[in-house]
């Protein structure tokens, strides 16, 4: 072991490190008494302040909230859309109506319903306060804030059946203002459907006037055009007909008229060009078309055509100037004359009719024009007259839609339909829902271990005590050689419980098959395998602090020397408060300190005990300066002497915390055991007593850890040596699971 003070670890230590099952049963287990005090401590107080609460009742009434009104009449609209249509719509309108039901203007209403306001005991005021103070108290209360704070609107899902929860001291009245509310939220529905309803028949009847006057003007002003215009006795539809008719008929005689005047204009362009063309137009002209048709000069053709065969018969019968000849010469004449004369006719006539197609159509334009003006005239009265149509249909519209709508909201105004009812009444409850008991029970023993549990984490965090195995590795930097059990709950057993056991640091010896003994003899092999090389002759046994069983820790561990064979001599090393002659039953009028003053010898001072093989040296008298007389010379001879008699001395020391023996006897020691008791020793004053030791460096084997209860983490591989090791003994699993007492 490394005893330099470079190993000499920290004095803090963190207690929680990790999660740590075992180590936190075992603070469970050593504090069960903390966490059962606050348990109950907290279940009772919570039982006690809610029996002492005041009752408070719920009633609940249920209502539906329909998204329209029953129509009772068919095609009458209400002023007044009560519900809605979509799904954002229908939630919106519920919401909306889940604030009406806590709103202000339903909860006044209710409260001067039933005169909440001068409700002592709904205002929580005390009877026996005086008239001024009531008063006081009533102009600084809100009773209808005091009502809305009550109210509890709660939807059931997937419905429209919502519920309105009120609570109270009195199952009467809590029933009574849920009823109230849910009465005064239906009437508060109505009487803003009907004051809507009110509003909008005022106003219709406002508006129907007018409309009714704007009517009659238009009427007047429809009758006074049609006199101004003669549209009384023919319609203006009759006379724009006739004129569309006449202007079509003359439009049509038009087109025929001018085609008729350029076919003869053609015409007369044509004979214009034979006559121009040849001086005998006579002959020429027969090639005019009308010419040509005409009955009266193809007779006259064919009579001169005729003539001529005549004349030709003639020629070749007799002479020139025969007066044969001569006649038909005339006569040929005269033919021809009289076709000239029919040609011209002829010609004379297709001019005519030419002059007169064109004189025609001249006037079929005039008369075209004058029809376009009088159409045009007969579209402009008719513009006039649809504009003032117009206005009068649309007067006569909003009159009539005016007017129905009139006769709509008289008669809505009549029915009282409403979208919202009264599912459910609320009754008086029969049972209370505050406080609850049980539940407040269970909270209260949830609350109860919490704080149990933090009670008992500030009181470990409070702890500075030594406890387990890695306090003492980690902090002390000691290896641990091992545990000893508590002795006084095991002794007990041992003797039923009926008789106090003297002598129980001899455990060990009268019960060598107990798992205690089997402790202490693994201390020993600790101790015979701290040091191999050469087997210590002088252990010193010393704590930090009194009463942390290290006299008991000297008499176990010197009692399984001797029972494995070896002269064993433990000596009171405590010469302020020895105690080993009162266990030993041996005087103490000789001991260790008339042996340093050379008072007696061996032989008379140190005396046999009951255990085979070990002896022991009582402190003898108590000296004035104990640890001067512990520096002498003597001291060393007299270890001197006793070491060569017997091949163990174990030597009891005082506490080094409260008197400098123990470290003036370790420099005279081969190795030193600490002894600290598992919940009592504190960690500082255990890493001042290391320090100590060190400091006049001394050899410190390790550490016991003393009274440890075995059902902890520290003792948890001993739990063979109950069970297994030894079934038989009737106190070996007796001890097992109980808390330990001090060694």
């Not at 939220?185 to 028949?201: C, M, P, V």
């Not at 040929?332 to 297709?350: E, F, P, W, Y």
């Not at 007259?385 to 249909?393: I, P, Q, S, V």
């Not at 001067?628 to 270890?639: C, M, P, S």
């Amino acid at each position: 072991m490394n005893t330099t003070d470079d190993a000499t670890p920290s004095p803090t230590i963190t207690p929680w490190q990790g999660v740590d099952v075992w180590r936190m049963y075992q603070i469970l287990a050593r504090r069960a008494w903390l966490l059962v005090i606050v348990f109950v401590l907290t279940v009772a107080g919570i039982a006690w302040v809610t029996i002492r609460q005041t009752k408070i009742y719920r009633a609940e009434v249920s209502m539906v909230i329909e998204l329209n009104p029953p129509q009772v009449l068919k095609g009458v609209q209400d002023v007044v859309e009560l519900g809605a249509a979509n799904y954002w719509q229908t939630k919106e309108y519920l919401e909306t109506q889940y604030q009406i039901l806590k709103s202000r203007t339903v909860a006044e209403r209710v409260v001067s319903r039933l005169g909440l306001d001068h409700d002592m005991e709904f205002l929580r005021i005390k009877p026996n306060l005086s008239p001024e103070a009531r008063a006081r108290k009533l102009a600084e209360i809100d009773p209808v804030e005091r009502l809305i704070e009550r109210i509890q609107v709660m939807p059931v899902k997937d419905s429209r059946v919502v519920t309105l929860g009120i609570e109270d001291t009195s199952p009467k009245r809590a029933a009574d203002i849920a009823n109230a509310i849910a009465e005064e939220f239906l009437e508060q529905n109505i009487d803003r459907k009907l004051s809507t309803t009110h509003g909008a028949s005022a106003w219709l009847t406002d508006q129907l006037s007018t409309a009714k006057k704007a009517l009659e003007t238009s009427d007047k002003a429809l009758y006074q055009f049609k006199l101004d215009h003669d549209v009384l006795s023919t319609s203006l539809e009759a006379r724009q007909n006739i004129s569309s008719e006449r202007l079509v008929a003359i439009s049509d005689q038009l087109t025929k008229v001018g085609l008729r005047r350029v076919e003869l204009e053609a015409r007369r362009d044509a004979l214009k060009k034979i006559l121009d063309e040849s001086k005998d137009a006579t002959f020429k002209a027969e090639s005019f078309r009308p010419v040509a048709a005409d009955d009266t000069i193809n007779d006259l053709k064919r009579e001169f055509f005729r003539l001529q065969a005549e004349r030709a018969e003639l020629a070749e019968k007799y002479l020139d100037g025969h007066p044969k000849l001569h006649a038909i010469d005339e006569r040929i004449s005269k033919v021809r004359d009289d076709i000239g004369h029919a040609i011209a006719v002829v010609l004379d006539t297709a001019d005519t009719e030419f002059n007169e197609v064109v004189d025609e159509e001249a006037r079929l334009r005039s008369m075209l024009e004058s029809a376009k003006r009088e159409a045009l005239a007969v579209n402009s009265l008719e513009m006039q007259y649809d504009r003032l149509k117009r206005e009068r249909e649309e007067n006569q519209r909003v009159y009539d839609l005016m007017l129905n709508r009139h006769k709509e909201v008289d008669i809505a105004g009549m029915l009282r339909t409403n979208n919202l009812r009264v599912l459910d009444p609320a009754l008086p409850p029969r049972k209370h829902v505050r406080p609850n008991l049980l539940l407040n029970l269970v909270l209260g023993s949830g609350l109860g271990l919490l704080l149990g549990l933090l009670f008992v984490a500030v009181i470990e965090r409070l702890d500075n005590t030594i406890k387990t195995q890695e306090d003492i590795e980690g902090l002390l930097g000691l290896p641990l050689l091992g545990l000893l059990p508590s002795i006084e709950l095991a002794e007990q057993r041992t003797s039923g419980g009926t008789e106090e056991t003297p002598n129980r640091d001899l455990f060990v010896d009268t019960h060598p098959k107990s798992s205690i003994a089997e402790c202490a003899r693994a201390i020993r092999t600790s101790l015979l395998f701290a040091s191999p090389d050469r087997s210590f002759k002088v252990l010193l046994v010393a704590s930090c602090g009194p009463r942390e069983g290290k006299s008991t820790c000297s008499i176990t561990i010197g009692t399984t020397m001797a029972q494995s064979g070896n002269r064993t001599l433990i000596i009171d090393g405590d010469l302020r408060r020895p105690r080993l002659h009162r266990t030993f039953g041996v005087p103490s009028q000789q001991g260790l300190s008339t042996m340093i003053l050379g008072e007696s010898d061996a032989d008379q001072a140190i005396h046999p005990t009951t255990v085979n093989n070990l002896w022991v040296l009582p402190a003898g008298p108590v000296p004035p300066n104990p640890a001067e007389l512990l520096n002498a010379d003597r001291y060393k001879q007299i270890l001197d002497q006793l070491t060569s008699r017997f091949d163990r001395v174990i030597i009891d020391s005082p506490p080094v915390g409260a008197v400098a023996d123990g470290l003036v006897m370790s420099s005279f020691a081969d190795g030193v055991v600490l002894v600290v008791r598992a919940g009592v020793t504190n960690k500082n004053s255990a890493v001042r007593g290391v320090r100590s030791f060190l400091g006049v460096k001394a050899h410190i084997y390790g550490a016991v850890l003393n009274d440890v209860a075995l059902g902890s983490r520290i003792g948890q591989y001993y739990y063979y040596y109950r069970y297994g090791y030894y079934p038989s003994e009737k106190y070996g699993a007796a001890y097992a699971s109980q808390p330990s007492d001090a060694a």
